[in-house]
């Protein structure tokens, strides 16, 4: 019997393969497998984010999120603590441009970046149930959609090709630099 892959590490390959054929650098930060036998007596680091893309002048720490909804929860299973506190802290660095690619398996394959400090800033507002905001899409208390994404995010252009997309990073990248690149 043939193990399905899982849809999310394929989006992440999709990726790493777009990156390579548009010359860009990429880093994939690998996971580490502890048997579950041993996993109440083996500490391991946890990664701060999936990978790294670079473009001269900029690198972007990015974590990757597929779902085949049409949000994504800030559960912890989910989205977890330590991403967002990596993530924010990147961005605290010279020429660091970090954020989530969400990837929403729906039609289309809508792919969206979304800052980490747009992130927060609608998680915030979100968990605290604030009323005044200048969001058009609606805002849900416990979950990040695919609606806030294209509206605070960027649009990761994207193609199927036969099985499996590609992503139009150099383009995201250009965009990322404009946006939130030095003057």
């Known amino acids: 019997m043939v193990k399905k892959q899982n849809e999310g590490k394929m989006f992440e390959e999709d990726v790493e393969q777009s990156c390579k054929d548009q010359k860009l650098f990429y880093y994939r930060i690998k996971d580490t497998f502890i048997p579950p036998d041993l996993r109440t007596r083996v500490r391991v680091t946890k990664n701060k984010y999936d990978?790294?893309?670079y473009r001269k002048p900029n690198l972007f720490p990015i974590e990757f999120k597929s779902t085949k909804d049409k949000k994504f929860s800030f559960s912890e299973s989910i989205i977890k603590q330590h991403q967002i506190d990596s993530l924010?802290?990147?961005?605290?660095?010279?020429?660091?441009?970090?954020?989530?690619i969400f990837n929403f398996r729906v039609e289309g394959n809508p792919t969206y970046f979304v800052h980490i400090d747009d992130f927060l800033k609608y998680k915030h507002?979100?968990?605290?149930?604030?009323?005044?905001?200048?969001?058009?899409a609606k805002v849900n208390k416990a979950s990040i959609s695919l609606d806030i994404c294209k509206e605070i995010g960027i649009e990761v252009s994207n193609a199927k090709k036969k099985v499996r997309y590609r992503y139009y990073i150099n383009k995201l990248v250009d965009e990322l630099i404009k946006r939130y690149g030095e003057s």
């Open 51 to 53: 990978s790294f893309i």
């Open 88 to 100: 924010q802290e990147a961005v605290t660095y010279d020429g660091l441009i970090a954020g989530f």
């Open 125 to 136: 507002i979100a968990e605290n149930q604030i009323k005044e905001h200048t969001y058009k």
